[in-house]
């Protein structure tokens, strides 16, 4: 995984925190979560628009307004996602595009296994216990909770 740049000139705190989680759903549901969508805004954020294929877009708009976007990498259905992606926000110093993520889908037990560097601005995202904010959203989702219930969504996934 690569980091931002520095969005002033001056490095920012910018770290990453390997997570390994577990999610008690088969690779090709956990897969689906991650580029459909209309699964997508279940458990990340309430308007998302996915172009599943390489060159094709991610964006979403997470519930306080704070827009990320990048473009598909690479898919493998089933087994791996690499994305790009950042924040259209400068403070976050993080751009669009700037981050690559790579996520290999591991089958483990009955669930599916994944490795998940997060990048965070640690200034801003990181909770006193030094992990992300949220980086228990797809551990919801894949075990068939919904974080964000009740609200309003918005997805278009296009083929």
Known sequence: ?????PHDGRPRGIRLVDRRLVIDAP????????????RFVKWMAPEAV????????????????????????????ERRIVFT?????????IPPGSTTV??????????????IPLPCNASRQLTSSGRCHDD????????????????????????
């Open 136 to 159: 228990a959203r797809p551990v919801v989702a894949g075990a068939g909770g919904s974080r964000t219930s009740g609200r309003r969504r918005r997805a278009r996934t296009r083929r």
């Open 50 to 77: 996915l172009e599943p294929r390489p060159g094709g877009t991610i964006t979403w708009r997470h519930a306080n307004g704070d827009r990320c976007g990048g473009t598909f990498v690479e898919l493998v259905p």
């Open 85 to 93: 992606y950042g924040w259209e926000r400068a403070d976050v110093a």
């Open 102 to 115: 790579e996520i290999t889908l591991s089958p483990h037990g009955h669930g599916t296994e994944l490795p």
């Open 1 to 5: 995984m690569t980091g931002g740049a």
């Open 27 to 38: 690779p090709s549901r956990v897969y689906r979560l991650l580029t459909d969508a209309e």
